[in-house]
Nanobody, 124 residues
Framework: QVQLVESGGGLVQAGGSLRLSCAASGRTFSSNFMGWFRQAPGKEREFVAAIIWSTGSTYYGDSLKGRFTITGDTAKNTVYLQMNNLKPEDAAVYYC?????????????????WGQGTQVTVSS
């Protein structure tokens, strides 16, 4: 059983920062890439960022690059999402996800494993 456990969410004022973490654990686990998605009430799950372990390549959702940064620690099987200059529209539940094989890195249905989500609230 593979588990992804997110942490680091919370309440922050607009303009503030948060750092989310996602640790993978369980049986021998080797993902090809890991990503972050978010979902606000009444909206579809949205791609935020992803990292490909073998190349270190990173990808971001529209308008997020420059404010959000994804990094990873392969030794710890952990991925991080640094979020700066947060805006009220960034408020959502943020989910970590992992993909063992290949696929469209931007699409939620590609991913094999998901965390339980962590709430990010941004006050104006």
């Amino acid at each position: 059983q593979v588990q992804l456990v997110e942490s680091g969410g919370g309440l922050v004022q607009a303009g503030g920062s948060l750092r989310l973490s996602c640790a993978a654990s369980g049986r021998t686990f080797s993902s090809n890439f890991m990503g972050w998605f978010r979902q606000a009430p009444g909206k579809e799950r949205e791609f935020v960022a992803a990292i490909i372990w073998s190349t270190g390549s990173t990808y971001y959702g529209d308008s997020l690059k420059g404010r959000f940064t994804i990094t990873g620690d392969t030794a710890k099987n952990t991925v991080y999402l640094q979020m700066n200059n947060l805006k009220p529209e960034d408020a959502a539940v943020y989910y970590c996800a992992a993909r063992v094989g290949y696929g469209n890195i931007f699409t939620a249905t590609t991913y094999d494993y998901w965390g339980q989500g962590t709430q990010v609230t941004v006050s104006s």
